[in-house]
């Protein structure tokens, strides 16, 4: 008996990561794209360095000029100590230097600097003859490192060459906006019917539109290649119902995200958010998840549990009858498939799992990119697709779901099943 799930959808709808460069036919194209997306990020934060040094040279000229001494934790850092953080100091500095007791100065407010009881590189260190102030971490622009206000620039003494590349933390905000439009993701598509949740063939249609207040955080940032992730989920209740639900989840939430969230005048191109971007950033490994057997192992149905979604047949992994397996990765299509098939026997692959995301698994900047809402640190959970397709085998029957994290959960939707 083939049984379909009553139609199944994210409680809040999709997320999705924008990238920068999606293929890499458009590096060419993007790369300048990509130096235009970093330099108001970059400045921003150069800005951000500069305010936080002019406001501790006022402030610790106020403490000398009182204690007779500087601010700082106990602990001298020679020049050769400091030239192994930094690229850079000044002609006119002394041998020793001292991390700023930022503790000392009631009440200052700064950007950066707040590792300094842990001796962080998130430090400002200052050297005890010229008084000039240094952020041992640095910030990046206009394709080098600064460590402290312009003015100290001119006059430095350099060291080697080094490899920093820091030019933006995972999780900052950052402006992004998308092309406004409407998409209408059609019935016969995702199986939905909303008068019949039996239906075998979908024909209500889902029309969605770009949320325009939506904000947007850096997710991971490759030499070439910046990605961001809404902060929170996007456009809710896209339903995906059955056979063809299954069949095309993954095209749908993908072209979905590229038609509302898109900027195509900045060559970035909009995605939904995919299984392989959070096993990316994750440290729980599948194949411990034995729930419904070994993790990639295969179970053989016979004829009378023989049916599949049509796109099952083309899965890496998964065969029908004595033919070849598959080769469609989980997160990937690029066509439409409808519709459902018998074969006189399958064989699957068991490619689901499920775990909650916390900070055994991951950290917990990426625990808030994946698993809170907008200003929520421990409730207000997001719930959305992943794009990406998987398999379980039970005993009896494969079942067929579409992953989803909800309530801080990686776990799957059952879209449809045969016994």
Avoid at 193 to 214: L, M, P
Wanted: net charge negative; proline share 2%; aromatic share 12%.
């Amino acid at each position: 008996m083939i049984k379909e799930e009553n139609k199944v959808k994210s409680e809040k709808g999709i997320t999705m990561v924008v990238l920068v460069i999606t293929v890499l036919l458009l590096m060419i194209v993007t790369a300048s794209l990509a130096t235009h997306s970093y330099d108001s990020l970059q400045l921003s934060h150069l800005t951000k360095l500069d305010n936080d040094i002019e406001t501790l040279n006022n402030r610790v000229a106020s403490y000398y000029v009182e204690h007779g001494t500087l601010p700082i934790l106990s602990g001298v850092m020679t020049k050769d100590e400091v030239l192994k953080y930094i690229s850079e100091v000044s002609r006119n500095d002394g041998d020793s230097y001292y991390i700023i007791d930022l503790g000392e100065l009631d009440n200052i407010t700064l950007n950066y600097g707040k590792g300094y009881l842990s001796r962080s590189t998130d430090s400002y260190i200052i050297n005890e003859e010229s008084h000039i102030i240094y952020y041992l971490k640095g910030i990046y622009y206009d394709d080098e490192m600064h460590y402290t206000t312009g003015k100290y620039q001119a006059a430095v003494v350099e060291k080697e060459s080094t490899s920093q590349t820091l030019k933006a933390d995972i999780g900052d905000y950052v402006s992004y906006t998308p092309t406004s439009s409407k998409y209408t993701v059609e019935g016969i598509y995702s199986g939905y019917d909303s008068s019949n949740i039996e239906a075998k063939q979908g024909k209500t249609n889902q029309t969605f539109s770009t949320n325009t207040t939506v904000k947007w955080r850096i997710y991971s940032i490759d030499d070439k290649t910046l990605t961001l992730i809404s902060s929170n989920v996007v456009n809710p209740n896209l339903y995906l119902q059955g056979a063809d639900g299954y069949n095309n989840a993954v095209y749908l939430l993908n072209y979905t995200c590229k038609k509302l969230y898109s900027n195509y005048e900045m060559n970035a191109t909009a995605r939904s958010i995919k299984i392989e971007d959070i096993e990316k950033v994750s440290r729980f490994d599948p194949s411990t998840y034995e729930k419904y057997g070994e993790y990639g192992g295969k179970k053989l149905y016979s004829e009378s549990i023989a049916y599949y979604p049509n796109i099952f047949v083309n899965m890496r992994g998964q065969k029908v009858n004595s033919g070849s397996e598959g080769t469609l990765e989980q997160s990937e299509q690029t066509s439409m498939y409808y519709g459902l098939d018998k074969g006189s026997s399958i064989t699957a692959k068991q490619t689901e799992y499920s775990y909650t995301m916390s900070s055994t698994y991951m950290s917990d900047i990426y625990l808030s990119l994946l698993r809170y809402a907008e200003g929520s640190t421990t409730t207000n959970m997001n719930d959305y697709w992943l794009a990406s397709r998987t398999v379980r085998c039970e005993p009896k029957y494969a079942v067929f779901r579409l992953p989803v994290v909800i309530s801080g959960e990686l776990s799957t939707k059952r879209c449809i099943h045969f016994e």
